[in-house]
């Protein structure tokens, strides 16, 4: 199972990376959002993957009785998820707006905050 | 989307998914579910709401600003994790108290002030930000 | 349901048992405060004009808190705290050394210092955005990232610092704001992104997260490739958030585009985190790998100081200059890294206190420049010296300080690591560090010479004035100039807890102690 799942975690960040090396904001959060569950999943892979059943202890009993999957790699990409999905909610609004007020998704055409066509100052007082 | 069926049905379709996301929150504590799931049920119906009936409505019926309910309830779990200065343990320690009420005990614990208080900061910030999409939408 | 019966098993073997003493909820206290007071201010949007009433003292009880707790640690050594009673490694640690106390006094001054000084500079627009709210929130991110003990919950606040920083970034959504903003936040989602993957890796390795369980298990696994590998994906991700070169582009794009307390802010304590992360990190858990990669970390040093300053020494626009200056700044504290030694050390961990206040306060005499001239450009403005004597002064001393001459805070810690450098025969660190001091003091030379010195270009300057000088601006600058001044007349206090604390760094023993006191008894 695992060389499966490490296969498809590079597959997923070849597609990231692809997406991010374009020039139009909306491809590079395509990648974001394939960048954010390459991770999840590298994560999932890195916790080890078992065929165990989930770690919970029966009612009338102090311990674990058997093998059981760990839980900690679920919990970290529960966390992952959400940051992720906060921050890619985040990004569109921002990606929209930019749309909107500079008329362009080309980052290349995203010049507003650079300086173009500066005075050089005076080189003496 | 603004079909009469539609528009129709959103309102008892919205108040049964709030509805399912208040049961949802409230089993988390032992079973699947809890504030993080509850709260995205909960969004979802408002979004649902907004879509049928307009963004307007939605404010006026959540009454707060969506922002200042992620607020509150971004203070109450932390709030929830003070609590355990007065037992003497370390933050966030899961306190119980269990009340009888018509001779039913009924455990209540920070754990839970912490979970509601999870549930409120995501209905707010995610209809929050649904919302202003929605709105973004129409003009 | 957590029955009754519960009483009957022995807890001890789950739960830390032992009680916890007031005092040490100065650990967490910091953490709590800010977010709780962001959280009401939230609820407080539309206050305006309460916000800075409630957020300014908040602020000031945070500095005492924040002092109260470097006190408690340089008493009684490093303190921790593990969340929900949960034995560590599976509960998560709060764990605070000398290292994150002192950083987090400072950052918390300089807080204190844009609380003050965004009064004046954040209109309502700005407050209805949510300055002060975004303002604590990024406050908790950046002590929750000094003092947490855990590599996951370091990413968690991470985060919390990076969603904040872009809602203060886009604090009135203009033009400019917007365009620096997606450049801001697209570049560092990959930083994140990276060390997620790193953290995810080191999951994988180890089977914990907690540091302390780490530097214990550091030493199995020695310069193994899976480990190296490791170290150099957290060297990447942290010093993309440090803006070190050649990763530093995002930085000279978007810091001169928000409002300019804003820009302090983010330029004082942002790129410091990422500093702090590879100090604890790198200098701490992995000492033997970061010997390893010490070369390349040296090169990628001498070239960000250079690269950095010869950026600043080009620009027309006082923001943009400063900004290439925060990433020069970066260089010399990652030369302390490369160093490794306990002199290269304290010196870096110096250099990124004094860069916290310095590059703060040079951002706030900028926005003070533009009020009094009415430009940020070099080539429009001039005669502020003759405009205020007393604001040019305070300019004319933090320059010297950023330019490391004496006897400003910046002097003393370019000192110990040129000292460093020489020590193990590093001539080339050492000659780039003071190369770029020179060229520092070149570009704020230009800079006051074009600014301060020289008469007014035009004659009506500044007639548009915005009135007078705001009190809240000039006391916000004044109390900067302060603290680097004491810190450079008075070096001795600081340069000692500078150099216990890359002890602490260096022997991890204490560290360890604190969050498994039973284990290591044994």
Same mark, same amino acid.
């Given at each position: 199972?695992?060389?499966?799942?490490?296969?498809?975690?590079?597959?997923?960040?070849?597609?990231?990376?692809?997406?991010?090396?374009?020039?139009?904001?909306?491809?590079?959060?395509?990648?974001?959002?394939?960048?954010?569950?390459?991770?999840?999943?590298?994560?999932?892979?890195?916790?080890?993957?078992?065929?165990?059943?989930?770690?919970?202890?029966?009612?009338?009993?102090?311990?674990?009785?058997?093998?059981?999957?760990?839980?900690?790699?679920?919990?970290?990409?529960?966390?992952?998820?959400?940051?992720?999905?906060?921050?890619?909610?985040?990004?569109?609004?921002?990606?929209?707006?930019?749309?909107?007020?500079?008329?362009?998704?080309?980052?290349?055409?995203?010049?507003?905050?650079?300086?173009?066509?500066?005075?050089?100052?005076?080189?003496?007082? | 989307?603004?079909?009469?069926?539609?528009?129709?049905?959103?309102?008892?379709?919205?108040?049964?998914?709030?509805?399912?996301?208040?049961?949802?929150?409230?089993?988390?504590?032992?079973?699947?579910?809890?504030?993080?799931?509850?709260?995205?049920?909960?969004?979802?119906?408002?979004?649902?709401?907004?879509?049928?009936?307009?963004?307007?409505?939605?404010?006026?019926?959540?009454?707060?600003?969506?922002?200042?309910?992620?607020?509150?309830?971004?203070?109450?779990?932390?709030?929830?994790?003070?609590?355990?200065?007065?037992?003497?343990?370390?933050?966030?320690?899961?306190?119980?108290?269990?009340?009888?009420?018509?001779?039913?005990?009924?455990?209540?614990?920070?754990?839970?002030?912490?979970?509601?208080?999870?549930?409120?900061?995501?209905?707010?910030?995610?209809?929050?930000?649904?919302?202003?999409?929605?709105?973004?939408?129409?003009? | 349901?957590?029955?009754?019966?519960?009483?009957?098993?022995?807890?001890?073997?789950?739960?830390?048992?032992?009680?916890?003493?007031?005092?040490?909820?100065?650990?967490?206290?910091?953490?709590?405060?800010?977010?709780?007071?962001?959280?009401?201010?939230?609820?407080?949007?539309?206050?305006?004009?309460?916000?800075?009433?409630?957020?300014?003292?908040?602020?000031?009880?945070?500095?005492?808190?924040?002092?109260?707790?470097?006190?408690?640690?340089?008493?009684?050594?490093?303190?921790?705290?593990?969340?929900?009673?949960?034995?560590?490694?599976?509960?998560?640690?709060?764990? $605070? @050394?000398?290292? =994150?106390?002192?950083?987090?006094?400072?950052?918390? /001054?300089?807080?204190?210092? +844009? #609380? *003050?000084? &965004?009064?004046?500079? $954040? @209109?309502?627009? =700005?407050?209805?955005?949510?300055?002060?709210?975004? /303002?604590?929130?990024?406050? +908790? #991110? *950046?002590? &929750?990232?000094?003092?947490?003990?855990?590599?996951?919950?370091?990413?968690?606040?991470?985060?919390? /610092?990076?969603?904040?920083?872009? #809602?203060?970034?886009?604090?009135?959504?203009?033009?400019?704001?917007?365009?620096?903003?997606?450049?801001?936040?697209? /570049?560092?989602?990959?930083?994140?992104?990276?060390?997620?993957?790193?953290?995810?890796?080191?999951?994988?390795?180890?089977?914990?997260?907690?540091?302390?369980?780490?530097?214990?298990?550091?030493?199995?696994?020695?310069?193994?490739?899976?480990?190296?590998?490791?170290?150099?994906?957290?060297?990447?991700?942290?010093?993309?958030?440090?803006?070190?070169?050649?990763?530093?582009?995002?930085?000279?794009?978007?810091?001169?585009?928000?409002?300019?307390?804003?820009?302090?802010?983010?330029?004082?304590?942002?790129?410091?985190?990422?500093?702090?992360?590879?100090?604890?990190?790198?200098?701490?858990?992995?000492?033997?790998?970061?010997?390893?990669?010490?070369?390349?970390?040296?090169?990628?040093?001498?070239?960000?100081?250079?690269?950095?300053?010869?950026?600043?020494?080009?620009?027309?626009?006082?923001?943009?200059?400063?900004?290439?200056?925060?990433?020069?700044?970066?260089?010399?504290?990652?030369?302390?890294?490369?160093?490794?030694?306990?002199?290269?050390?304290?010196?870096?961990?110096?250099?990124?206190?004094?860069?916290?206040?310095?590059?703060?306060?040079?951002?706030?005499?900028?926005?003070?420049?533009?009020?009094?001239?009415?430009?940020?450009?070099?080539?429009?403005?001039?005669?502020?010296?003759?405009?205020?004597?007393?604001?040019?002064?305070?300019?004319?001393?933090?320059?010297?300080?950023?330019?490391?001459?004496?006897?400003?805070?910046?002097?003393?810690?370019?000192?110990?690591?040129?000292?460093?450098?020489?020590?193990?025969?590093?001539?080339?660190?050492?000659?780039?560090?003071?190369?770029?001091?020179?060229?520092?003091?070149?570009?704020?030379?230009?800079?006051?010479?074009?600014?301060?010195?020289?008469?007014?270009?035009?004659?009506?300057?500044?007639?548009?004035?915005?009135?007078?000088?705001?009190?809240?601006?000039?006391?916000?600058?004044?109390?900067?100039?302060?603290?680097?001044?004491?810190?450079?007349?008075?070096?001795?206090?600081?340069?000692?807890?500078?150099?216990?604390?890359?002890?602490?760094?260096?022997?991890?023993?204490?560290?360890?102690?604190?969050?498994?006191?039973?284990?290591?008894?044994?």
């Amino acid at each position: 199972m695992e060389p499966i799942l490490a296969m498809l975690v590079g597959a997923l960040f070849t597609v990231a990376i692809y997406l991010f090396l374009s020039k139009h904001v909306i491809r590079i959060l395509m990648g974001a959002a394939i960048l954010g569950n390459a991770v999840n999943l590298l994560i999932f892979t890195a916790g080890r993957v078992t065929r165990e059943v989930p770690p919970i202890i029966p009612g009338d009993a102090d311990a674990l009785t058997g093998a059981a999957a760990n839980p900690l790699p679920q919990a970290l990409i529960l966390t992952a998820i959400v940051i992720s999905f906060s921050f890619f909610a985040f990004l569109l609004v921002l990606g929209y707006r930019a749309f909107q007020e500079l008329e362009t998704d080309s980052s290349d055409d995203m010049r507003v905050a650079e300086p173009v066509g500066d005075k050089t100052p005076p080189a003496g007082y | 989307m603004r079909t009469v069926i539609f528009r129709s049905i959103a309102p008892y379709l919205t108040s049964l998914m709030v509805l399912f996301s208040i049961f949802v929150l409230l089993r988390g504590h032992n079973e699947p579910g809890g504030g993080f799931i509850g709260g995205l049920i909960a969004a979802s119906a408002l979004a649902i709401y907004g879509i049928a009936c307009g963004v307007a409505p939605v404010r006026r019926a959540i009454y707060f600003h969506p922002m200042a309910i992620a607020a509150f309830g971004l203070f109450m779990s932390g709030m929830a994790g003070v609590l355990s200065v007065f037992a003497s343990v370390p933050y966030m320690s899961g306190l119980w108290i269990y009340p009888h009420l018509f001779g039913v005990e009924i455990p209540l614990s920070s754990v839970l002030v912490f979970d509601v208080g999870v549930y409120l900061v995501v209905v707010g910030a995610i209809s929050s930000i649904a919302l202003a999409l929605e709105e973004r939408d129409r003009d | 349901m957590a029955g009754k019966s519960e009483a009957l098993q022995d807890l001890s073997v789950a739960y830390v048992m032992q009680p916890v003493a007031a005092a040490d909820w100065l650990i967490i206290a910091p953490v709590i405060w800010c977010i709780l007071v962001g959280a009401l201010l939230l609820m407080l949007r539309k206050r305006t004009d309460l916000q800075p009433l409630i957020a300014i003292p908040a602020l000031a009880l945070l500095v005492l808190m924040t002092l109260g707790l470097l006190v408690h640690v340089f008493q009684s050594g490093t303190l921790s705290m593990t969340m929900g009673r949960w034995l560590p490694p599976f509960g998560i640690s709060f764990t $605070v @050394d000398l290292l =994150g106390a002192f950083f987090a006094a400072t950052s918390a /001054l300089v807080a204190l210092g +844009a #609380g *003050i000084y &965004g009064r004046s500079d $954040v @209109d309502d627009t =700005g407050r209805r955005y949510g300055f002060y709210p975004f /303002l604590m929130l990024i406050m +908790a #991110g *950046i002590l &929750g990232a000094f003092l947490t003990g855990d590599i996951f919950n370091l990413y968690v606040w991470f985060e919390v /610092l990076l969603i904040s920083s872009f #809602g203060l970034l886009v604090l009135g959504s203009e033009r400019k704001q917007l365009d620096g903003a997606v450049k801001y936040a697209f /570049l560092n989602l990959i930083a994140t992104t990276l060390f997620l993957v790193a953290t995810g890796y080191l999951y994988g390795l180890f089977g914990t997260l907690n540091m302390a369980d780490i530097a214990i298990r550091a030493s199995e696994l020695r310069g193994t490739a899976p480990l190296m590998t490791l170290v150099t994906l957290f060297l990447l991700a942290f010093a993309m958030k440090a803006a070190a070169f050649p990763v530093n582009f995002w930085l000279p794009a978007s810091y001169h585009t928000p409002r300019l307390v804003v820009s302090a802010l983010f330029a004082g304590l942002l790129t410091k985190v990422g500093i702090y992360a590879l100090l604890r990190i790198l200098g701490m858990l992995f000492p033997f790998e970061r010997e390893e990669l010490s070369f390349l970390i040296a090169i990628a040093a001498a070239l960000t100081m250079i690269l950095g300053v010869m950026g600043a020494l080009a620009q027309n626009d006082i923001r943009r200059s400063l900004g290439f200056l925060v990433i020069s700044g970066i260089g010399v504290m990652m030369a302390g890294l490369a160093l490794g030694s306990p002199a290269g050390l304290s010196g870096a961990i110096l250099y990124a206190a004094h860069s916290m206040v310095v590059m703060t306060a040079l951002y706030f005499a900028a926005g003070v420049a533009a009020r009094l001239g009415g430009s940020f450009e070099l080539t429009s403005a001039g005669g502020l010296y003759a405009k205020n004597a007393a604001i040019a002064a305070m300019t004319l001393m933090l320059f010297l300080s950023v330019a490391g001459l004496p006897p400003f805070s910046g002097f003393w810690p370019k000192i110990m690591l040129v000292k460093a450098s020489l020590d193990i025969g590093a001539w080339w660190l050492a000659g780039s560090i003071l190369v770029t001091g020179l060229l520092t003091t070149i570009t704020v030379g230009r800079i006051w010479a074009l600014a301060y010195w020289r008469p007014a270009v035009h004659e009506d300057q500044g007639a548009a004035a915005l009135g007078p000088l705001p009190a809240g601006a000039t006391i916000a600058l004044a109390g900067l100039v302060a603290i680097t001044v004491a810190a450079g007349v008075w070096p001795e206090p600081v340069m000692a807890l500078a150099q216990d604390a890359a002890r602490g760094l260096l022997d991890p023993s204490a560290y360890v102690l604190s969050v498994f006191p039973v284990e290591a008894s044994q």
